[in-house]
Structure formats: C-alpha cells, structure tokens
C-alpha cells in the first residue's frame, strides 16, 4: 500500500479512536464513514431502516440516550445530513456494482467502542500521540476503529480499481457488535440474501503481527439478556410482610441459574454478570434487575441452557410473587468456515508474503455476531469465513490498555483487497 | 379417690403406658377402651364412621402399616371385636344420657404416644416398675397414657352417680392428637354440635404438681404438610443435562421457606423438619421429600406464611422443571378459653384444696388440635375451655425420659367430676 | 407563645426546610444554629471533637462528600467561621449555666435530612410557599427541621428566662439521626455524663396534632452495616474458572441472612436492603455490596442476630474464596422511659390544657439513635424520656409528600419549656 | 475355545451371578476364586493385607455389615478357610511364575456388584434360566460377574500352557470397582511395581458384541466423598433460635456446589446425589448427610472442582454454626493407554478373525478406578491399556434389566491369552 493510502488509513483509524462511540450510538462515526464514501463517488448508500430490520435490533438504548449521543456526534464533527438519514438507527451499506457479471461479495466491519474508560498512563500510545478517547466511559478498545478505519481505505482502493473488477461488493458498517446487538437485525433485514460470499474480520484475538487465520469454528452460540424482577416495597421493620421482595428473587434466580446442569455434548457458560436491587436499607427491596447471559457449543446446547435460565426466573418470580420481565439484548450462533473461501484466504495471504504464519482454521472461543450473516449467507448456498489478522496487543481486549499494532492494518487491507480480486472473477 | 380407683387409675395408666401405639394405630388401646366403658355400662358407643369425618382425616398412615398394627394390637391383648367396629379408624365416643333435662358436655382425652424409643435407663420408673415400652421406636412421652386412664376412671364415677346428674355427658378418646392429625375429622363429624359444654385437659406442660391452669389463648395455629418433588434421573457423569433434579428444586425451597419474611402483628414459625432426596451417588436426584410445618399466632398470620409457603414451593418445582405433591398431614387453629367456664373450674379447684396454685389463663406457646374441637363448639354458642394440670415432669415432653408425677391423676379425675357436676346443673 | 416567637420558629423551620442536609453534612444548619445561639447569649458553645468522639462514628460519608457539602453550606448562607470550628463535624451543643444550684438538663434535638428527593406537586405546601428543597435528592421528610427550629426558639426563652432557672442546661443539637450514625459519639463523648435529666423529643409518628405521649419503651435494637465481598474478575466464557465471584456470595448471603431463625424472647428483623454487583454481563463479577440491617426487641436477641449475620457473611466468603469487609453505618439500642420525668412531662401537659390527649407510655416501634443518650443518663443514675409530639401529616414520614402541622411547634416548645421549670427546681 | 471350558465359563458367570456381593463383601466370589485357583495349582495366592495398603482403602461399609456379609458368603457356599485369609479385605492376586526370563504382564478382573435389585419380569434371562439374583438389592448390573468368569478360565489355559510362556503373570481379582474404591488400595500396596505390561477389560460400555476398543483415554478422574453436617437440635416452635440447622446448612452448600463454574480447559462435574437431613417436622435439623461425586477432564480440573466443593462445605457449616465432616468414599484417576500395547492388541485381535471392528482408542467418559493400576505401571515405565470388549446389552449398565451376550466371553478369553502370548517373548 503506498504511503499516502497507510497514512490516511492511520489518521482514521485515531481519529475514529479519539470519538469512540457506544453500542447504537455511533452517529459521528457512521456520518463520516458515509460522508467519506460518498466523497469516493459511492452512491448507492443505504441508510436506517434500508438496513435493518427493527423487530430484531437488540439492546438498543433508550431514546433519551440515543438523542443525547446523536447530539455529542453533532458537536464532536459528525453530519447532520447523514444522521438524520439513519433515521436513530447508525450504519451504513455501500455497494459498488461494477456492472460486469460476477459474483456478489460482502465484507463486514464494524464500528463500535466499549463501555470502558481509557487509560490516562503516559506510556499509553494514545495518550502520548493525543488521540485517546475524549469520551468518558467509552474507548475503542476492542480494535473496531481499525476494522471501520480499513473498511474505508479498502473502499478506497476498490473505486480506483473498480474497472478491474467484476460483480457487486458490498461494504458492511455494522453497529452495535459489542454484546452483539447489531448484526442480526441487518442479516434479518436481507440485505446478504444475494451475496455468494462474505468475509468478516477481526484483528487480534490472541494472534501476534505476522500470523493470519483463515477461517473459525467454534464461536459459541449465546443469547445475552436482562431480567426485571418487580415486586412491592414495605417498610423492613414495620410491615415486612406487605413486601415483594425483588432481591431475594433474584439472589435465588442468581444461585440456581449458576446451578444448572452442564451438558454433555458441549460446553455451556451461564454468568450473572450484574445484579442491581433494592433501594434502601430499611425497605424490602421492590426491584431488582440482573444482566444475564448463557452461552452453548452448538445451537441446540445454546437453546437448553437458555430454555433451564427462562424456567428457573420464572420459579424464582413465583417463588416471591413478583412480576417478571426477560428482555433479550444480544445473541450470536455458531458456525464454520467454509473450505472453498479459506483456501482462497490462504493463497492470497501466502503471495502476499507479509504474513509469518498462515493457519487455516481456529477456534476462539468468544462470540461474534457475524455469525448471523455468515449463516443468513450459507444457508442460502453462499460461502463464508471469518479472519483472525493477527495484531501483537499491549493489553487483552476490552482492558483500558488495550492497544493493537497498527502496521496490521494495511495488511489487512492488503489482504482484503487481494481476496476480493480473486472473488471477483468467480462464477 | 377411694384407694382402689386410685389403684385402678394406676393400673390403667401403667397398662397403656406398656403398649404405646402412635397417631391412627391406637387399636389395643382404643379397644380396651370401648370393652372396659362397655362393662361399666355405657351402652352407647360411637365408633369408626360415626365418629370420624373421613376426609379430614389427616397424616394416615399407610393401609400396609395400619393392618401391621392392627395385627400386633390383637397380639398384645386388643379385642378383635371392637377393632373391627373401628373400620380401620381407632377411637371412641361414649354418651352417658341421664334422661334429665340439661346441657351437653363434653371431655376429650387423647390416647396416642409418640414416634421415641424409651430410655432403658434404670432410673427410669416406667424401667424400674417394669412397665417401659415393648414396642420399639414408640413411647407414651407426652401423657396421654395419663389422660386415657383418667377418662375411664372419670367414667366410672361418672356412671356410679349417674342419677345425680342431669344432662348428657361426652366422653371423646380421640387418636393422633400428636401431628395434629385426629381432631378435626372428629369436630368436622358433628358430634359436638349440640354441646354447651367442652373441655380438654393437658398434664404436665411445664407446670409443677399442685398447679392448675383453668383456661388458656395462644396456642398457634398450624399446618404440617409433607411435599414431594418429582424429578426425572439420569447419569450425572454422562448426560446431567437429562435429569430434573428433585434435590435442588428441594434444597431452594428449604431455604426460601425459611427466609419467609416475619409478619408485624405476631409470631410466625416454620420449620423444614426433615428432607430426604436422591438415589445415588452419581444419579440426578429425581426424587424429594420435605417435612414442613408452618405456624402463626393468629388463623389470619398462619395462612400468610403458609400461603407464601405454597408459592415458594410451586416456584422451586418450575425451576427444576419437576412435579410437585403437597398434602396436609396436621393442622390446628387456636382459640380462647371461655371465663363462664374457666370460672366453674376455678371454683371447682379452689373447693377441692388441693391445688397450690390456681391460674386462670395462660399462653402454652404450642399447639393442639383439640382447639378444632373448642372452635366447633364455641361456634355454635357453646363455651370450651383447655385445662393445664400440673405435673412435676422427670424430662421434658418427647424426650426419652419423659415421666410424670402419677399422683396428679386423682386430682385432674375429682376436678373434672366436680365441674362435671356444676355444669350438670346449668340451663 | 407570643405572636413575634411563633412566626420566628415558622421562619426557622421554613429556612431549614428550603435547606435540607443529610447525615453528617448539617454545615449550614449547624452554623447557623451557632450563630444565632450565640447572638441570643450563648457564650459556651462546643463544636467538633468537643463534642463527638470519633471512633464511636458511623456511616459519616467520604471526604470528598463532605467537603462538596461544606462548599455548597458556605453557598446558602452558612458561616464559614462556625464551619471551620467543627472540624468536619457539624453539632452544636449550647451550655446555660443559672449559675445556681440545680441539677443539670439535657436535650436533644436532631437536625439531619433524608435521602429523599421532595415532590413538586402543587398541592404540597412547601411548594406553594416556595420553602422546598432546593438540594436535589435532600428532603426534610422526617420533621427535623421542626426539631431544630423548636430548640432555637427555647433557647431564647430560656435565655430571657435565665434569671427565673436553676442548674445548667444543655441544648443538643445532633446531626445524623438517620440511619442512626450521630448519637452514640455524642453519647460517648460524655458530653451527658453530669446529666439528672435528658429528654428527646419527635413530632407526627403517627399521632395527630394534639396528642402527647410523654414517655416510650419498645424502640428496637438496631445494628446497620455495610457488606462488601471483594472477589476477582474474570472472563466468564473464556476462563470462568479463574474468577471469584462476589454477586453469588452475596446472593448466598443474603438469602441464609433472610432465613435467620427467629427469637422465641421477642421480635426480630433483617433485611438486606440494597445489593448491588457486578460489572459487565460476561465478566465474573468481583465485587458485590450489601446494605444491611438487624434488629431485636432486645439487645440480647439483637446481638443474637447480628452474631448469627456475622457468621453467614464468613461463610459466604470463605465459599466463593473472596475477602469481605462488613462496617457498621449506624447503630440504636433499646431504653424505657422513667416515670419520674414522665410524671413531670404529664403535669405539664396537663396545665397547659391545648393536649387533647396525653398518654404515658407507647411502643413506637421503630429505632432512633436518642436511647443511646438516654441509656448513658439512666446508667449514670439519670432519668431519661423521648416525648412523641402529635402532629396530623399530610404523608408518612420519609415519603416524598411528607408535611406535618406547623401549629404543633409553638406547643411543643411551650411544653418543654414548663417541664424545664419544673426540672430545673429539683434537687 | 473348546465347548468344556466355555461351558466352564457360562457357569462361572451365572454362579457369580446368582450370588452377587457388592463393594468390599466379595467374599464368597473372591474364596471360590481362590479355591478354584488353587485347584487349577497356582499356589502362590496373595490375600489380605499381602494385596491392600489398609489407608487407601475407600469406601468399605461398617464391621458389622462386613461381618454379615461374611457369614451370608459361608451359608452361599464361600469357603471359611480362603475367607479367613483375606483378614476382612476380599480380593485375590494370582502369579504365574514360568521360571524363564520375560516380562510381568498383570490382569485386572473386578468382581462386585452392584446396589440395584435385579427384575423379575420373565423374559430377563437370568429369570428364565435360574440365576438371577438371590441377595435382595444386589445384582451383577454391570457385568464383573462376566470379568471374574473370564479371568478363571484364562488361568486354566495359562495353567495348561504354561510350559509355551515366559516370565511372570500376575491375575488380580480385584473388589470394589464400583465407586471406585478397591483398586487404588491394591495399586498403593506395590503389587504392580515390578510389571510391564498391564491390561484391564470392560465388557459392553456402549460397544455391541463384535466391536473391540483396544485402548482409551478420556476416563474422567473422580473423587467420591460423603459430607456431614452436624449442628445442634431444638424445638421449632418454642426455642428456634437454640438451634443450629444442618438441613439449611447442606441445602445451601448443595445449590452452591452445583453453581462451581466450569473450567474452560475441559470438562467439569459435581452431583449432590443424595441429601438426608432432619429428625422430625418440628426439630431444627441437627443432622445432614450429602453423598457427592466431582469430576474433571485432568487431574488439574477435578482438583480445581474438589478444592471449591471443600470451600463451599466450609462456609456452609461457618454459616450455621455446625460441625462437618469430610470423607473421601472413593476416587479414580485418568490415563491414557499406551500405544505399543494398543498395537500387540489389535494384532492379536484380527489374527483371530472374530471381530468385526476393531478401534484403537475411544474416550468412554466414566471412570474406572482401574486408572489408579495403569497409572501406577506407567510411572515406572511400564505399559498400560484399558480394553473394551463389545457385547449387545439388553439394557444399559446398572439397568435393573441389565443383562450381557454371553457369546462374547470366549473372544474377552481368547483375546487376552493371545495378547499373553505375545508380550510374554517381549523383553
């Protein structure tokens, strides 16, 4: 990549680190990738409900929330134009239709910060070069800025060569991957429906600056949800009799929902990350609100666990005479790579000859939510894969000392482009 | 006493106190009963479905066990002929009617022993005297054997100076007052509905020989109720997600149960007696049993936890995905001691001179199931009372070296024919 | 009371009420209270560690809190000069010596607000006078303001009057009455120890204006405390087994605290008020809070408790392998009102004949940190009462809608001031 | 095999069947072993303490049921003279010294049985044919009956080809397989530490008749462990406080231990198999038994698994005061089998032509304390498998239907003298 391409990919992946935008709420980001697309002479760019289908978003916050960011995204540079034409609802499709017959090709970035503050240590990249986070409470420190920062430099790159290629791309600005809220509203809304391939990648994980894995498997199936238990508040001494208690409903949901059974065809996880209740010390606590999330190797493991969570909240409503609610905030599945779309990975990563080492296939263990595209496309008969790009970390991901090395990022671009001219030309 | 009703109340006493038999397998006892009252002269007997109101019947055991005691009681000099009357129900009730105009009164005494292997302990009396126990696991720990031995006794004198009295006398030898189990299916029979008169005594109950208490409030409302959780088992190693584990659905009842919160306007209890839950080692537990009791001060306080106890159990069974069975196995209500009555008894004691202490009215703390009986009566106009006669106790009540001071037996028989014979006499 | 007096205490408690201050922040009430005490004469005035011992402090906020509080007193009026002799810890306590013989008379009054934000209706009277908080979630919901504005105005009375009194009177002017955090280091301090009298005084609780109840007994023992258990985070699908989870010793904690067994000598209470835990869905929570509080009708069955909580929170600690800190907030213990003051406090009442009903004695049964003053006078060989002044509220005490009836402030200082007549000549 | 000795080998099967004798009773199956031995002329038998080292020994019932089951072998024909021998402990090492230079190759065969009472529906063949079980609650469900068969009728061959072999072998009839008790005894006592080679054998496990497994890893290393909970009793009603409640305290440690996160390097288990607690419905419970079983993937996860059970058993007694107890009932280690043995079995196997799949290596997922013997021979470098011999099951392992095809055990006979054959010319 020349030098002019590497040092805007740079400028923005900091600049894009400097206004880290939250889940739902990334307006400034989302403006600026379609303005910047725009700019490249990408007209056909799909906005709002274009891309999403509402029933299935997840997790979003509240509308006073989503105002005050779309406000901050405002005043922190972001375009009114844009904004308004996502209609509350950030992210942004570019397609580039090359008008020569090929096949359709998606890739997938995504754009969101983390619910973490940044560091203010002075051996902290950011901190000493200026472009740390100007936002409390968010950071980019999960390496979104650089997967939003490629996504347009390889936008880039395809205009200039558009005449070179063949079919359609399509270039995915997802929101909201953390706690994996966003993905599965875009599959739902169809927009992959038409895509023979579609890649998404990750930088980090694990992977040092050098080494490429192909392709995945094994990211676990999870669905990450809220529970409210309401009850009644009475005074704790005077009348406690008259109380719901909301806490002790949720204390005893906590324990057994921790409690249930492992399965023995895979793994499951259940964490009860957060528990909030009660009001004051002397009244029986009339509210209680956990943040939940069950995990399985396989979707019918997923759906056990998930199913034994749903019983035992409900036992434990009973149990105090509470009402309940379950609100789902996020889920991803499983799946696996396909063959055909990582050998094309593993050929253009070997002639590009930057990467040390080159696997085929990993298993990481986490969640994403690209799995719903990658499976919305296979079970049309389209071909899938998700890249690890390997990236040696200051700090594990979601730390406040996370940081990536940033010399990966035209690699990945390389990489990106090199795969897509060989798509291209695929029947 | 003459001497030889004196010996004879002894004998009595010693003879029951020999032979224990426990809640509804009071058949020796129950038997010798209806015999002995039968040659005195009391030709009207009620028994069996005359006597009991078959639904209410509570905490029964099995067919297999009643036949098994029924058997030993004819081993052990019961008579099959008024056993047989019983229809598997043991308990007697005899009327003395002296064809003179006035008021029904009514006596209970209670005739079962309790589930406690008696000490052998040679400086036990029942030891040394030769009449302990001789079958197994079963006791008279708490005096009923006293107040069977009374209520023949106070028969005899009662049928010697028939024609002094006037009005119609009830003499109940009520079963299974230990689990409160026996006296409702008799009160809900009816055959106290045309008393004006009711009285129940008790001995012992941490009053000294020479005490008398003439009334008494506060004792607690109850219910004992077995619950049964059924799961399903499955290898816990090889497939743990199969089972529906009764145990834990069990073990969170338990302690929900107990954190039932406290209730401002009085006393509230409950207690998971007993649990018993699992096969093996290695099964998911499908199977569990619970012993619970729950109290209250007032009907209105012991349906409050007894109400949050039914929903904690429904809330534990759908946790773990299990049935549930709750059967009531005892219950009793509580009541006030009439004054027009405690007044009879007071004067009636203080006439005799042989009571140190005369007290109207006290709080026991426990329960009774002769307060269904009190309840019944009171309801319908009547006036009831529940009579302490002290006695000078070796050991507490249900433990192994229960033993009471016989010399108290006289007293409570001339107190209760002395009060006998006033209320004989009022309109 | 004349006209200029009773429009003084209105102005007072009115001030008071636009200003509220919580637990350990009455900076602007304190001073001022100095202030005007001092105008009125009063030359010996003690302030800060005069009148707190330290150690015996609870539940007093962060420094940052406190210095934020002071600011904001210094912004409405409070006295920097006052502030600045209390050292961080606002109480005033004004001493009157006659100079002639007689014995020493102490009272309390409470000054502290509550944590409650005041409602805006229009109906509410604060509001249509323009006297609401103006300090967001800070109300003068409990009376306080009423207590404080009483003790200036008796103060001036008994200033004017100096020359018809006996003895010493001190007027104390406690903060942190909720949650009781303030009394017992004033109690310890020794500022009672030469006490022969000590009233305490509350308006409303439940009596209507015109209401007097001169004496108490049945405030409950209370201990309140503060539980964190520190574990360790840990990712809770990639490495679960490495975290120690706070959130389930908590929730094992609170659920055994709950099913404590009650006291068959009197009353008990626990509640875990508040829990709060955790911090992301899919991190293993390392670190949970409990606000918590015990209670018995005695210190024996409140020591019972709090002893048996001590033992839960251990548990639940050492099973999760997490550290825990438990610190108490605030403690009260339990007294009974002396019939020699009481008789006193009755004759007045009854002289002053604008009581519509006076009753020696009541069980109010809540907590007030006023009997550890009490209990130091009555262990000295003092005589100690806490009066419940009637006053008809438009609310309970500590809802958001709480007012009571300002005409019960001019009685209550009448009141007090002709039992400080009659004290004041004893021997 | 000729007809006489597998006729042979189905009559000591359905004998052992007939009578079978669970952990730590085998003493009528392990004399006839020793007689029918000795008869075939191995005179060098090792009983007794010559096989266990007493502390390792898990798991064995009280002296009284031993004592019994003593005396139920001698009336079911078990020889006193050989029972004698075993000092209480049974079990039987047989050598076979060939005198000629060569390895020391050891056996396993398990004789116990297990506590499941067999059917009697008439189409179980045991039924049909006579043998079922004639000791109430017991029954060979599992198939060492079969084991113990195989392991006489080899020794007769060995006995009959002695003079073909070389070196030393070494038949260990082992007792108490079930619950993995008996083995680590034997393996801790060095009866192990001079061989080479090392072989045990399961029939059926899931493989039908035909299947051989040649080898295995993957058994899961189990530690079995029975809890105490003894606490203090009282009276529900009238002194709960007086307590110290066992039951609550084994129902908050069940739920807890079932909530030990899983460990994400492999597979984890905990069962709370059995829970018996309390003594009557209105007693605190002062006892309570826990039967428990963990399990992990490696010794690290299962030591992980047990430190945490022991936490939480810790903190449950702290919370309520009570006693515990702790004691290890059984255990059983994993290993995985060694390749160079797994080779001379799958030679040998298809040499003979009667299987019809041979499979080097499975993972069967339950345990084996056999594990405890190989693990004991690989630390002294010597060569261990763990073979799995196929046979058709009428119902699965510890079924009360369980019943095996017999057919297979000439192949289990054949197979092992082959494999005998070859390792004995190893040097």
Redesign the interface.
Known sequence: MDKALTEKLIFYRRDFHKYPETAWTEFRTASLVAERLFRLGYTKLLLGRQIFYIPSIMGRPSKDIIDRHAKRALDQGGLREWINKMEGYPGVVAILETGRPGPVVALRFDMDAV?VSETTNSSHIPVQEGFASVNPGAMHACGHDGHTAMGLVLAEILKREESTLKGTIKLIFQPAEE?VRGAKAMADRGILDDCSYFIALHLGMSNPTGKLTAGTHGF?C?T?FDVNFIGKASH??????D?K?A??A???A???L??I????RG???I???????????????PK?LM???T?GETEEIAA?VYSRAK??I????????TEKTLQETGSATTTQSDGEIVDIIVDAARSMGTFAEIERDAAP???DDATWMMKRVQERGGKATYIILGSTLKAGHHNECFDFDETVLPMGVDLLYTVLRTLSKKQ
């Open positions: 619910d706690g676990l999870t990450k704790a001494g005077a009348a406690p009799q109380g208690n806490l002790l949720a204390c005893s906590a324990l057994n921790h409690a059974a492992p399965h023995s793994m499951t996880r964490n009860v990350g957060v528990l909030q209740a009660g009001e004051g010390r002397n009244v029986i606590p209680a943040k939940v999330e995990r056990y019983d035992i409900e036992g434990a409503a009973i149990m105090y005479g263990g986490g969640s």
